[in-house]
């Protein structure tokens, strides 16, 4: 946010068809984005063009109306206020199979930041019951065959991505399915 007032058309769309589905993530900056939205792509996953490489503090979360938003824009601005870049390294390959047919980025440095500010995210207007323990990761492929899955993981074993972490990011999901960062709230206020 640059210390302009955020126009709630410009998050949600002009006429949102309520609930509208948000998300709470840590952006990944370029050129690591890029690259890890090429892979996915390159895997052949299938959602590789709805949604850009992130780390979720919170899933798929429907909000109400104007004013649930409002109000999460508000908890947001507030939570990142409160926070100080720091260091992440996303490094390897690791797969929540058989439990879930997925291959991910697992972060080398930095979980336990990631981990206390998934707690702070995650509570008043955004708190919600979660389907599996919180793991911050960075899918890169998900839902394909196992075979796909075995070379995802293969190729990722040497990944390495080194960056500062300094804002959370909103996403709205589109009525085409594609997810949107709509506001970034950086570190500091």
């Known amino acids: 946010m640059s210390g302009e007032p955020i126009v709630m058309a410009d998050v949600v769309g002009p006429e949102p068809d309520w609930p509208v589905t948000i998300g709470v993530a840590l952006p990944i900056p370029e050129p690591f984005l890029g ?24 899933p798929p979360t429907q909000a109400r109306d104007e004013q ?11 939570v990142a206020a409160s ?6 390294v996303l490094e390897g390959a690791g797969t929540f ?4 047919p997925v291959v991910f980025v697992p972060l080398a440095v930095g979980e336990p ?14 708190e919600r019951p979660l389907l599996f323990p919180f793991h911050p990761h960075v899918t890169v492929a998900h839902d ?14 040497s990944y390495r991505a080194a960056f500062e972490v300094g804002s ?21 206020g």
Request: a negative charge; zero cysteines; hydrophobic letters at 50%.
């Open 97 to 100: 199979r058989p439990v879930s």
């Open 68 to 78: 649930h938003v409002g109000e999460v824009i508000a908890h947001l601005t507030d």
């Open 83 to 88: 926070l100080r870049a720091f260091p992440l």
């Open 113 to 126: 930041e990631v981990r206390d500010i998934e707690a702070l995210v995650r509570v008043g207007p955004l």
């Open 35 to 58: 690259e890890l939205g090429a892979y996915r792509e390159r895997f052949g996953d299938p959602l590789a063009h709805a949604i850009v490489a992130h780390i979720t503090l919170v």
């Open 144 to 157: 394909l065959d196992a075979e796909w899955l075995d070379q995802a993981e293969e190729a990722m074993r």
């Open 168 to 188: 959370l990011a909103l996403f709205v999901q589109g009525p085409d399915g594609v997810w949107r960062q709509r506001v970034e709230f950086p570190f500091g």
